[in-house]
């Protein structure tokens, strides 16, 4: 079981089970499955397709005598400007946040809808130059840049390990590391309270290293059919 493992996960580096997230990504499945997902006890659902995310929003939202009203959406793929306003409508968190210009769209967005966007900064802590992220040398840069986006709050880093890592554990740590040479630097300027890393195939080790949200799709939904 995924609360097993996550128990065990948290108990080898000192945690509280309850310091962890489980996000179930539901972008491979319909929203029927989402809906057993929700039903199951998962209340934070993520996805990595705009039109993904209307679609499932809506059609759960329109399901009668289910828990829909207490689910948590998280947008963890690339967000292109044009799709910003919708995405962020009814969004618990961004992830993917990845570039100064995507979070000036965002905060006047967030701005017209007379709301706050809860925002993670994506980091390509494995320096693939097909991941999406900023390298991490630019982090100090894009959070001065956003210190001043009111309608931003940015509390945390997201990263994921490279395909090339042979120790997805030490893409963690990186990441671990910049959220506290982020803390150092900027103080109480951002909360910096999450760090969402760990998939299906590397979730432990993701919360040894201290990740507080781990996304989980395919791992979900096998054991589901089993």
Known sequence: MIQERISVACQKSGRAKEDVTVIGI?????????????EAGCRDLGESRPQSLWEKQAALAAAEGSPNDTIRWHFIGHLQRNKSLKTIANLALLHSLDSTRLAEQVHRDALSLGITIQALVEVNVSDEPNKTGILADQLPLILES?????????????????????????????????REETLSQFGS?????HLSMGMSGDFEAAIEEGSTMVRIGSLLFELSGS
């Open 26 to 38: 539901t972008k491979y499945v319909d929203s029927a499955t989402a809906q057993c997902l929700v």
């Open 189 to 193: 300027r951002f909360a910096m309270d």
């Open 146 to 178: 956003l210190s001043s986006l009111k309608n931003i709050s940015i509390c945390g880093l997201m990263g994921m390990a490279g395909l090339e890592t042979k120790d997805p554990r030490s893409d963690f740590a990186k990441l671990r590391k910049l």
